[in-house]
């Protein structure tokens, strides 16, 4: 069975509708699963550096999740990155250890989809904003697996049937998760 972990980015999950909601699904689903909530085990932002590329290095599958914050990963899953994925590591002559890994992006925006396309708000394709963490993983020597994306989960002024619709879309997002790292 492969082993698969899954990093939460979010800077508040107290705070969170759309995280919070696709991690407790992902934990009923994917029970076997390491979750890592960066900002409940960090909240001062020192990761335990040791620890965090034990589980990098225990995985087969790992999976960020986050909210799109600025059109990126939100600050703390940033810092979690810069300092944990060092050069011989994760990449460099004999920064070897995370090749062969499997890479999944998962997040959610507050803009429609429909937003992320030329002509709209947004300008460009959500998949514009993903050479970064391809690159990524191509440094790094893991493999990209793909994204899994929903836009239109922001809470803000919101009625209870528009909640009742984002919560159904959001654990279809998990569901599509839990879809893609069984077939991996
Ligand atoms: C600091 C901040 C930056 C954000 N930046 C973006 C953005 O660049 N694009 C976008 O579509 N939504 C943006 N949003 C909306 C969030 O992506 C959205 O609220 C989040 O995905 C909902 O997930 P949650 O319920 O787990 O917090 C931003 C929200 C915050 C608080």
Redesign the pocket.
Known sequence: MKNVLIVSG?T??N????????LEMLKEKLPNAVQTLLDSEYPDYQFDVAAEQQKLIDADVIVLQF??????A?SLMRKWMEDVFVHGFSHGATGTKLHGKKLVLS?????PEE??QEGGL?TYPIEAFLPPFKQFANLCGMEWAGHIYT?A????SKSDEQRTEMRSRAIAHADSVVETVNAL
């Open positions: 979010h508040d999950l705070n969170s509708f759309a995280n919070k909601l696709i909210p799109f914050f600025w059109y990126g939100p997040f959610t925006s507050g803009a937003m992320y947004q836009g989960l922001s809470y803000i």
